[in-house]
């Protein structure tokens, strides 16, 4: 489940990700009624099995909800909920309707898993290397790495001074004036959170570099998909 929106009185609008038919939405009538059964079943980061009937409209209809997977930590420690909202806005924004991926599923659960026992970090939990790790990884999936061992634009080994999303990686100095400065913290901290798993982003992610691989992410998502996070730094 990725977002809940009040529809009327009783009813509200879901927006869900699944692996067979990508990001949906629906309708669950009569959801918000005190004796409701789907009422507990239907909040940000739950994972569950919905049956949906088809409408003539483009939402489906919200017949059952059976729960999978709770995620009942996100919402025990005000840290891990607002770094899963970023997770969550992440896939709402940068994810076509109707665009199914299994790894893109596989990815949001269990990073919505690991966050659920997340020690707090100092810092916004939008800057959370499990955070970070997840969009990064989701840029992987959707074919958007960028080039990160030499320049993007003449191939040169170095040094690397610059970024370009435009180009597609990082600049050397003879090409660095068509991107902007790089932090190799930066640059690093991207470059790990890609080639390690998930459970160890905290691990190879070191706070100096974090803001800096935010914005190259950002960067990233504004050229390619037209989408500007709004939990993240503007770009």
């Not at 739950?46 to 049956?51: D, E, I, L, R, T």
């Not at 068509?178 to 982003?201: N, Y």
Request: net charge positive; proline share 7%; aromatic share 4%.
């Amino acid at each position: 489940m990725l977002r809940t929106i009040r529809f009327s009185e009783a009813d509200v609008v879901l927006s869900m990700y699944s692996p067979t038919l990508g990001r949906i939405s629906a309708i669950a009538k009569g959801a918000r009624r005190s004796r409701s059964k789907l009422g507990g079943r239907l909040q940000p980061g739950v994972w569950a099995h919905f049956g949906l009937a088809r409408g003539r409209g483009d939402l489906s209809t919200v017949r059952s909800a059976s729960v999978i997977q709770a995620h009942a930590g996100l919402w025990l420690e005000g840290y891990r909920l607002r770094a899963a909202s970023s997770v969550l806005e992440t896939v709402l924004r940068a994810i076509p309707e109707s665009d199914a991926s299994p790894e893109t599923f596989h990815l949001l659960a269990r990073t919505l898993g690991l966050l659920c026992t997340a020690t707090p970090l100092e810092g916004p939990p939008r800057l959370d290397p499990i955070v970070l790790g997840f969009q990064a990884k989701l840029l992987v999936v959707g074919g958007l790495l960028p080039r990160l061992g030499s320049c993007a634009v003449c191939s040169s080994p170095g040094p690397l001074v610059a970024f370009s999303a435009h180009a597609g990686g990082v600049l050397c100095m003879d090409c660095a004036r068509s991107g902007e400065p790089l932090d190799p913290a930066a640059r690093d901290g991207f470059a790990q959170l890609v080639g390690h798993p998930l459970a160890a982003a905290r691990e190879v992610c070191p706070s100096a570099g974090r803001l800096g691989v935010e914005r190259m992410i950002g960067l990233l998502l504004h050229e390619h998909l037209g989408v500007t996070l709004r939990s993240a730094t503007p770009v």
